[in-house]
């Protein structure tokens, strides 16, 4: 069974009418994560994952890698260390300089921590090659953690100066070919987005200094996102605000402008970055030719913080499902009140083997075992860090047969209570994983 008591979730409290001076702390996110013990920073844009916000990570990388692996893509891991002189052929190193972390070994070689890695990909296919035509597509991904020298690194975990990033990279023999696994990813990430229940838009965008000739970016709407998109209001086409009409391209429909948040970005690159590193095929016919590169990249962190940002209250941190630490906990009588002494701990490890016993609930449960507090106050840190499911064992328990006030924390009725018997409770966590709301999809 495990206990709230034992969670490693130093919690910071404010203690009233304290005047707050921390002019740090510029995101919902940044402010709940760490106040409720998730988040701690060690240094500007630096954070700890503490236990809890290292589980929802876990979770999003499992749904990552379960979506992206649907493409055929392969799971590798490539040195954060990446020799400058790689930067230096692609002319990479002049574009991004100042953002660049570099650092030099003992031997005076120069390196860089990646922020990406389409360098490193086309030096080992290079290093490998020249492949076969008979070998591509070949898709590999990887998530790592990326580096980038923000002049200004702000909101937490939205703007970091370390962070976790999935990269995925494609190489083809055309161009033809690239869309077809553009098209693919493209379907692994909608159905990443479904599965959140975010309400992700993916938008044209432009190349910028990756370079190549597609490129999307996927933005997640939320109040607090500092780029813009205009949203179809018939037909839901997105497009960023920069190269927006006042009306959808598509349908001709009116659309909306809606702040949001960038959580991923997808390019077709050409040979950007194949043609001077050398990474080359063989065709079925004629000489070698440098492949047909694409890139992936989901910002795993951000897209966390992101949907904390779009979801959350100023008071209370709200979680996809999929990804909440602990799907549910279990609150226990106070000691000390009469269903305490009538019922002790052991009702509630039974109740616990009972939920427990549900598909996807093994290992997902918690107990808050602080018996010493009062249920409210500890209904009331459940609420804050955002359990989709509460169950709360109180005075009601005694009933025969015994019942429990359930809070379901993400349904569209805030914190909605009701009661109910043991078995109408396992009832409702196998049917209720449908009543997610979708994310103030707007
Ligand atoms: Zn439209």
């Not at 010493?372 to 500890?378: H, N, V």
């Amino acid at each position: 069974m495990k206990r709230l008591s034992q969670i490693f979730q130093p919690i910071i409290t404010i203690p009233k009418n304290a005047k707050i001076k921390n002019t740090d702390i510029t995101s919902k996110s940044q402010k709940l994560l760490l106040e409720c013990g998730l988040v701690r920073p060690t240094s500007s844009g630096l954070f700890t994952l503490l236990p809890l916000a290292r589980r929802s990570v876990d979770k999003l990388e499992n749904l990552i890698k379960n979506c992206i692996e649907t493409t055929g893509a392969q799971r590798i891991s490539l040195p954060a260390l990446t020799p400058a002189n790689l930067w230096e052929k692609t002319g990479r190193i002049a574009d991004i300089g100042p953002e660049l972390v570099t650092l030099k070994d003992r031997h005076d070689k120069q390196y860089l921590l990646a922020p990406t890695h389409e360098e490193t990909i086309a030096d080992l296919l290079a290093d490998v090659g020249p492949l076969s035509y008979k070998q591509l597509p070949l898709i590999v991904y990887q998530i790592s953690n990326k580096y980038r020298d923000e002049h200004r690194p702000k909101h937490g975990l939205l703007r970091a100066r370390e962070f976790l990033m999935l990269d995925a990279y494609g190489a083809h023999t055309s161009l033809d070919c690239a869309h077809t696994t553009y098209q693919r990813m493209t379907a692994a990430y909608q159905r990443l987005f479904d599965q959140l229940h975010l309400p992700v838009y993916q938008v044209r965008a432009p190349s910028g200094d990756m370079g190549g000739s597609v490129s999307h970016e996927w933005q997640l709407p939320a109040a607090s996102g500092e780029d813009q998109i205009h949203v179809c209001v018939s037909c839901s086409q997105a497009s960023l605000a920069s190269e927006s009409q006042k009306s959808c391209q598509a349908c001709g429909a009116n659309t909306k402008v809606l702040s949001s948040i960038e959580v991923g970005h997808t390019f077709i690159l050409g040979t950007k970055y194949s043609d001077p590193l050398g990474a080359h095929y063989v065709p079925s016919s004629g000489p070698s030719e440098p492949v047909i590169m694409s890139c992936y990249g989901i910002g795993v962190t951000r897209l966390l913080a992101s949907s904390l940002e779009a979801l959350s209250t100023d008071k209370a941190l709200r979680w996809p499902r999929a990804i909440a630490p602990y799907s549910l906990i279990i609150i226990g009588p106070k000691e000390g009140s009469k269903e305490w002494s009538a019922l002790g701990e052991n009702h509630v490890h039974q109740l616990h083997e009972a939920i427990c016993r549900l598909p996807g609930l093994d290992n997902d449960v918690l107990v808050d075992d602080r018996h010493q507090m009062t249920i409210g106050k500890r209904l009331m840190m459940a609420d804050r860090l955002g359990y989709p499911t509460i169950v709360v064992c109180g005075k009601a328990a005694l009933d025969s047969p015994p019942r429990y006030e359930v809070y379901q924390t993400n349904t569209e009725v805030d914190a909605t209570v009701r009661m109910a018997t043991l078995d109408e409770l396992l009832d409702l966590l196998s049917n209720g994983h449908d009543k997610d709301i979708a994310a103030n999809k707007q």
